[in-house]
Structure formats: C-alpha cells, structure tokens
C-alpha cells in the first residue's frame, strides 16, 4: 500500500498516476482494473472472432447462387422458429454483438486514456522495436477503421440507406449485394476495411491468450499460428466476395 | 575503438535536459558500457566538467541498478545482458550511441541517466513477501516443491527490478515486473497463504503507478535476464480468481 504521509524525499518525487477506485460489488469490481479490463477486452473479442468467422462462413454461399443464398438469409431469421418466435434469436443475436462492441470500445478507449497519461516526456532519441509488431502498434488505428466500416457495412447491406446504396431491396440480399459490389470505390472500401480487420485479428486473436491467462508450454506455439491463419481466412474470405464481384464471377 | 556518444544530460528533476555528443577514444573491446562512460567521465573531470551520472553497483548484472537506453533500447543490442555486462565488441567501431534514460512518469529523471525507480518498491510493499516464522531455517525438505515448479518460481525470481520492461514497453506498464515478483511467490507452497491478497494488492498498486499491458512484448526482449510474459499470463488468471476468492472469504467474514 502507498503511505499517506512519504517517508523519504525519494518516495515523495513519485506520485501515482491513478487513484484507485472505491471497489464496487464483484463482479464489476473486475472492470474497476485494467487487468480486468483486457479480460473483457479478451472475452468480447472472442465474441466478435465468433460472429467474424460465421459471417464469412456463411456468406460462401454466395457461391452457391442466388436460390442457396436467399434460402441462408432466410434461415437466419428463423433460427429455432418455431420453438421461439421469428428473428427472435437473430434479435439476441444483434444486442449480444451490440453489447460486446460497446464494451470492447469501452475498455480500449480506457486503456488508452489511461497508458496516454504514463509517459508524459517521450523518448528523445529514435525508439527500436524488437517484438512489438505493426499489427500491435496499430491496433488504436485498425479498430477505428473497423468501426467506421461497421457503420457503412449496415448503412449499406442491412438497413439500405438511400444516400449510400440507391438500388437496395429490402430482402433481395443476393441482388444487393451484387449491386452494392459492382461500384468499385464501394469494393474497395470493403477490401481496405477487411484488411484492417485482419491485421486487428493477427494481434487480437493472440493477444487475447495472454490477457485471459491461457497460457501453457504445449499451446503457446500454436497461438501465434492460430491468429495468423484466422486472420488470413477472414481477409481471404471476405475479400473474395468483393472480388468475385467485381470479376463477374457472382451476378 | 573510437565511439560518439550523444548522452542525455539534465542537471535535475525540473530542468530541461538535452543531448550532449562525447568522443570516446581508445575504448578497447572488452570493456563494458558502464566502462566507457567511466570513460568519458575521467576526460570530463579533468576538463573540469561535471560527468555524467549514472547508476550502477554490482557491475555483474545481479543488483538492477544500472539501465539506459542504448540506441532505442533498453540495455542496448544484446538480449539478455544488463547494460554493465554489454560488451563494446557488439557495436561497430566509431559508430554513433545515442544514451536516454528510461522515460516513464513514474520513473522521474533525478540527474542525467538516473532515475528514481522507488514506485517498484510501492509495488513489492503491496505483497511481494512471504510471513515465516523467525528462528532457525527449516529443515531444507520440510516442504516438497514439484521440479517444475521450483524451476518456473527460480525463473521468475531472477528478475533484478531494473525497470527496462516499463522503459521498453510503448505503454509504459510494468506487467513483467510485477508478474515476475507476484509469481515467483504464488508458485510456490510458502507463498500461498497470502496467495489471492497478494495478487490483489500488487496489481492494483501496479495500476496506480504503471501503463497496462495490451500484449506488445517489447519487454521480454528488453529483460536483462529474459523473463517471460508467460508470467504476465499467469497473473492475468491469478488475478481473476483472487477477485472472486477474495469475494467469498468476504462473505464468510474472513476477510
């Protein structure tokens, strides 16, 4: 525990950067620290890789022609029907994804307000990075990018804002997604964001070991391996579809 | 061997530092880096100027006292070594060595290349201890340690406290440190009963000092004496269950 009053001239030159916070009920206590704080960084993303690798997955069937496609969307909304109502789960589903990215951001804009406030006089010389990547220095950069692109890739597919998707058809998702991806500047909108999200993932899919405690001699190796392969089977994936487009390959 | 040293040079705590560029002549290859300034301070002292401060003690890489930025890192180019253990044989003969110290707000510049590292011991008075019995030493094999296990501890112990892995991490936390301090203790048996109140206590005060960790790394490769983030993992999950642990002793009025 720091001491109220300092002992020494030497104790007093160093004053904490935060207080610490009146501890409430567990287990809200956990999002009190930042150590906790990664945790629910760690858990939310794993809730976005989940919905990342359906979504990609399940798009493929774009492949499949328009019939196979429609019949996927429409499975969506009628998960468990009729044992629960229609788009019941899909709704779940939606506030899930929704309070997880609330929370992810939560917590990264307070890590970053907090680590902004550690080093107040930078470095003078010329900094060398050993282990800290670019996907890892990045992060404040690729989840933004992300999250604007989230944002446009609903205007755009799920809620068919006029202004950014002008033939959108409520339900034709086949049909609107050929139009959407036929515009150029639109495809590559979606190609630069899907590499961004990549990039995200290669650090975030391992990262999130490490702030969640899994961490064992017979895995380690394997987690930069898996990070590195699920990131580059989102960006392959759902570069594709922008591609397949674009090429005439999906009309 | 000739070298240019651009060292960091502030007269105190308040003051505005700058660069100052030294030459070092007839350095031979096998002295160390603290040598070199030793060094360049003899040629200040003649000349009548106040040489650079540094700190150093054991000058075998054991007390954590001496730490710089060398070129952009901590300890400089060789993994593993503290900066008194460098050899002048890993740079290149005339080249230009840029001297910083750490950079961290809770690591004020006291003078030059000194800081003052004493938020580390705020964090070892949180619970970097174990309660024992004062007398006469226990019977070396009272208690059964698991190979493994002592290994791992030994590991983690061997962390000097130098502060390089607040100086190289981008945010400035000090997760190896605390981690290395907290884990060497939870591992092993004598290190139990405070077990979950030490996890709480150290990383909390961690929090108050220090950046927090977001998995960069820079810091196991800075560590003069190549601590792993495995540790930083681990107390990652000791933390957790020291939150929810202590929670039940809580309720049962034992806190």
Same mark, same amino acid.
């Given at each position: 525990m720091a001491q109220a009053t300092p002992r020494s001239t030497v104790e007093a030159a160093?004053?904490?950067?935060?207080?610490?916070?009146?501890?409430?009920?567990?287990?809200?206590?956990?999002?009190?620290?930042?150590?906790?704080k990664k945790w629910v960084m760690a858990i939310t993303g794993v809730i976005g890789l989940l919905f990342v690798a359906?979504?990609?997955?399940?798009?493929?069937?774009?492949?499949?022609?328009?019939?196979e496609f429609l019949h996927y969307a429409e499975g969506l909304r009628t998960v468990a029907y009729p044992i629960v109502p229609e788009k019941f789960l899909l709704w779940v589903a939606r506030l899930g994804l929704l309070g997880a990215l609330v929370l992810h951001l939560h917590a990264a804009f307070s890590i970053w307000n907090h680590n902004r406030k550690v080093r107040p006089v930078g470095y003078q010389s010329r900094r060398d990075y050993i282990a800290a990547d670019w996907a890892s220095r990045t992060?404040?950069?690729?989840?933004?990018?992300?999250?604007?692109?989230?944002?446009?890739?609903?205007?755009?597919l799920t809620w068919g804002v006029e202004a950014v998707n002008p033939d959108f058809q409520s339900g034709e998702v086949y049909q609107n997604v050929v139009a959407s991806f036929s515009r150029w500047p639109v495809a590559t909108i979606y190609i630069v964001a899907n590499v961004a999200l990549g990039i995200h993932i290669y650090h975030g899919a391992w990262s999130l070991f490490q702030s969640l405690g899994v961490n064992n001699p017979q895995i380690n190796q394997g987690r930069r391996i898996f990070a590195a392969l699920f990131a580059l089977a989102i960006v392959a994936g759902n570069v594709s579809f922008p591609l397949a487009v674009l090429l005439g390959i999906v009309e | 061997m000739k070298f240019t040293l651009k060292v960091w040079r502030q007269d105190g705590p308040e003051a505005k530092g700058r660069f100052e560029t030294y030459e070092a002549n007839n350095i031979s290859d096998e002295m160390s880096f603290l040598e070199v300034l030793d060094v360049v301070n003899e040629d200040l002292i003649h000349a009548g100027?106040?040489?650079?401060?540094?700190?150093?003690?054991?000058?075998?890489?054991?007390?954590?006292?001496?730490?710089?930025?060398?070129n952009g890192q901590a300890h400089g180019p060789q993994r593993g070594t503290a900066t008194c253990q460098l050899h002048m044989r890993k740079f290149q003969d005339g080249a230009t060595i840029v001297v910083e110290p750490w950079r961290a707000a809770s690591f004020p510049i006291v003078r030059d290349l000194v800081v003052n590292r004493s938020a580390f011991d705020r964090i070892i008075?949180? *619970?970097?201890? =174990?309660?024992? #019995? /004062? *007398?006469?030493? =226990?019977?070396? #094999? /009272?208690?059964?340690?698991?190979?493994?296990?002592?290994?791992?501890a030994m590991d983690a112990a061997q962390c000097i406290g130098c502060g390089?892995?607040?100086?190289?991490?981008p945010n400035g936390a000090a997760q190896l440190f605390t981690s290395a301090k907290l884990q060497h203790l939870n591992l092993l048996p004598?290190?139990?009963?405070?077990?979950?109140?030490r996890t709480e206590n150290m990383v909390e005060t961690m929090e108050e000092y220090f950046g927090t960790c977001t998995n960069h790394g820079e810091c196991e490769t800075a560590c003069p004496k190549n601590i792993s983030i495995d540790f930083i993992a681990y107390m990652n999950r000791d933390y957790i269950k020291a939150k929810s642990l202590n929670r039940k002793l809580a309720g049962q009025g034992l806190e």
């Open positions: 160093v004053r904490p950067i935060r207080k610490r916070p009146k501890p409430l009920p567990w287990p809200l206590s956990l999002y009190q620290t930042y150590v906790g359906g979504h990609m997955f399940g798009n493929i069937k774009m492949y499949m022609g328009e019939q992060m404040l950069w690729t989840g933004p990018i992300i999250l604007l692109f989230i944002a446009f890739h609903l205007a755009d | 100027q106040v040489p650079i401060h540094f700190d150093h003690d054991c000058r075998e890489g054991i007390c954590g006292s001496c730490g710089m930025m060398i008075e949180a *619970g970097g201890f =174990v309660s024992v #019995n /004062t *007398g006469s030493a =226990v019977e070396a #094999n /009272t208690l059964p340690v698991p190979k493994q296990v002592a290994d791992a390089a892995c607040v100086a190289a991490c004598q290190g139990q009963a405070e077990r979950w109140e």
